[in-house]
């Protein structure tokens, strides 16, 4: 949520690299952006509201200078203008900020007595203020950034410029992530990697409450007011892995790419079958119940993962949204798996989830893509998704990647209690082998899709139904309609229309039908022609040979495959009708409006 990229360095090109390191960024939030910088010993702000392009139009970048930061916004206090926009400047310092700070108004209010006046609404100029009154009572900015520490509640990760360190760079961090790049004769500061990944591939994690002086040649990192030793690593991927590879968008890309993910993700555990299964995976049979926590397209894998661990594995599973879980009723018993699913690794909630977990004593195990990060470092056991690096803001390829896991531990399990026949298991192998093929044979539909876009593209309201498995599927695909195409859907249980939402099907109302799970797929269909008889325009995503097709006006047809595979099918349609209406609507597909990618936010 919010990006933040700083440089210093012997180059002079320092607005370039700063803007460059911002677009790069944009996926994590474009409501506005803004760059401060040295020139001539003094600091100049410049700031727009918007995307990047914008603020790009506005900068000179014939002018020189080797040390700046920037920032690029989703708004959280205050609305999305100018005023609001980062870098803020107080006196001598200037700061971007992500995060949010939880005491500012008690802070601001203090800060006003003292004479500070602020021209945003945001929590962020807040501490501008008060390191620059911090400041001006001890002349140290490192102890002016640990008593920060001490006064600040929240989250921030800040990248600090004073007038009076033309040659410094300083940083801190407090749960909300930060890094710093270490470059030949450069160092960078960013908030995520892509931020910087074509400029170094050594970087420095700070921890929560470090606090980092960066010169273009040195770098120290201190922590409750002493210097501490740091790790540098190697991000291990270039930045070719974040190109558009001819694809009109990163979201198409990373649509196209789930085959592959597929395999990365199976094959080191299906090597050699399920006794490498076996090997690989954690030992899961001390616990008698899972609850897998997280939030937006990680929770509806994790949906997809009840569904197989209850039938495959005979596990009790439960599901949670992070941020409803963090302030329920602690619930959780002594055998229970704590399971956290995320993409990013940064996810505010499911983070402070997590921690509650630990803290009541269960075992955690995070099912994670980033390597590295923050997530995955708290969990006591990671189990890596190989997605690669996911730019589109909707998840698609890290979605399935999740689901691909979680039938991993749903087989592991299974295999483990003598549920599988060794038939079965054959046949579960050749299918994990079959299945990249398939998924291939269905992004090959585009004009189905396509179709099925442009039926829907005139309606405000689309329904997504299902049961069981279905309706975590039809969940995702709702989700993907929403947030990339701006249409309205909504995802129902097929049985549950009747008791209420039913009365909103109308002539034409389009109703996505999904029937892939055949213990219910005469149910399913019954449902289905209690809304065709209504009206509605069906789209039946299936794959039933069932004869009748009279309830449905488009057919998309899933190759039949082992039911623990099937999903990572299903959803493919689902992302592709998506991608499409989007597309005929002329949306921002890989930015859509509002949303971030990393939520590094309560
Ligand atoms: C944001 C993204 C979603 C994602 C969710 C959880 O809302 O836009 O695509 O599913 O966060 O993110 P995580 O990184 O924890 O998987």
Same mark, same amino acid.
């Given at each position: 949520?919010?990006?933040? $990229? ?12 700063? %803007? ?26 410049? #700031? ?72 945003? *609404? ?10 620059? !009154? ?68 050594? !970087?420095? &994690? ?15 990192? !201190? ?23 001819? !694809? ?89 798996? $704590? ?30 893509? *980033? ?8 969990? #006591? ?21 999740? $689901? ?19 038939? *079965? ?22 004009? &189905?899709?396509?179709? $099925?876009?442009? &039926? ?5 309201? /689309? ?18 309609? #929403? ?41 399913? %269909? ?11 325009? /069906? ?61 590094? &936010?309560?």
């Amino acid at each position: 949520m919010c990006g933040i $990229v700083g440089y210093v360095g012997k180059d002079n090109d320092g607005l370039k690299k700063l %803007i460059d390191g911002l677009e790069k960024l944009e996926y994590r939030g474009y409501d506005s952006s803004g760059v401060a910088y040295f020139q001539n010993e003094n600091i100049k702000i410049i #700031k727009e509201k918007g995307k990047i392009s914008n603020l790009y139009n506005e900068i000179n970048f014939a002018e020189k200078t080797n040390l700046g930061i920037g920032h690029t916004r989703w708004a959280t206090h205050g609305k999305a203008d100018k005023e609001n926009a980062h870098p803020h400047m107080i006196g001598k310092f200037a700061i971007v900020h992500n995060g949010i700070v939880e005491n500012y108004t008690t802070l601001k209010k203090e800060l006003m007595k003292k004479g500070y006046s602020f021209k945003s *609404e945001t929590d962020s100029e807040v501490i501008c203020a008060l390191l620059d !009154y911090l400041y001006k009572k001890d002349n140290n900015i490192l102890n002016c950034i640990e008593k920060l520490n001490e006064i600040l509640k929240g989250s921030y990760a800040l990248g600090i410029l004073c007038s009076d360190e033309p040659n410094y760079l300083f940083a801190v961090k407090k749960n909300s992530p930060l890094i710093i790049g270490i470059g030949d004769d450069s160092n960078f500061i960013a908030s995520d990697v892509p931020a910087i990944l074509d400029k170094t591939k050594k !970087y420095v &994690v700070l921890e929560d409450g470090d606090y980092a002086k960066i010169k273009m040649d040195k770098l120290e990192i !201190y922590n409750n007011g002493k210097i501490k030793k740091y790790d540098v690593k190697d991000f291990g991927f270039d930045s070719k892995m974040i190109d558009k590879q001819g !694809y009109e968008h990163f979201m198409l890309k990373e649509i196209y790419e789930q085959p592959e993910v597929f395999r990365k993700t199976t094959n080191p555990y299906l090597e050699t079958g399920f006794d490498s299964l076996f090997n690989k995976m954690p030992d899961f049979s001390k616990y008698r119940k899972i609850r897998i926590i997280a939030c937006g397209s990680a929770m509806h894998a994790g949906l997809v993962g009840k569904q197989m661990l209850e039938r495959f594995a005979n596990v009790k599973t439960e599901v949670e949204t992070a941020s409803e879980f963090r302030y329920n009723k602690l619930f959780l018993e002594p055998d229970e798996l $704590v399971i956290v699913v995320s993409q990013s690794g940064e996810t505010a909630d499911t983070l402070e989830a997590l921690k509650i977990a630990k803290k009541n004593g269960n075992d955690t195990l995070g099912i994670i893509n *980033e390597k590295g990060s923050t997530i995955a470092r708290e969990a #006591k056991i990671v189990l890596y998704t190989e997605a690669g690096k996911e730019v589109a803001v909707a998840t698609t390829k890290a979605y399935s990647a999740q $689901v691909a896991m979680l039938s991993l531990i749903a087989l592991n399990i299974a295999n483990f209690n003598n549920f599988i026949s060794k038939k *079965e298991k054959v046949e579960i192998l050749e299918d994990a082998k079959k299945l990249p093929n398939y998924m291939e044979g269905l992004l090959q539909k585009n004009e &189905v899709y396509k179709e $099925v876009a442009n &039926v829907i593209k005139d309606y405000n309201d /689309v329904f997504f139904i299902g049961r069981g498995i279905d309706y975590a599927l039809a969940m995702e695909g709702s989700l993907k309609l #929403k947030e990339i195409s701006y249409t309205h859907s909504e995802a129902y249980p097929a049985g549950e229309l009747k008791h209420g939402t039913i009365s909103l099907i109308e002539d034409k109302t389009p109703v996505i039908a999904i029937t892939t799970d055949k213990n219910v797929a005469s149910k399913t %269909i019954s449902n289905i022609k209690e809304v065709k008889s209504r009206g509605a325009e /069906v789209i039946y995503i299936t794959n039933s040979d069932y004869e009748d097709d009279t309830f449905y006006d488009k057919k998309i047809i899933i190759p039949k495959i082992n039911d623990i595979f099937t999903p990572l099918l299903t959803v493919i349609p689902l992302q592709m009708i998506a991608y499409e209406l989007a597309k005929i609507k002329g949306c921002n597909i890989d930015k859509p409006k509002n949303l971030a990618k990393s939520v590094t &936010v309560e």
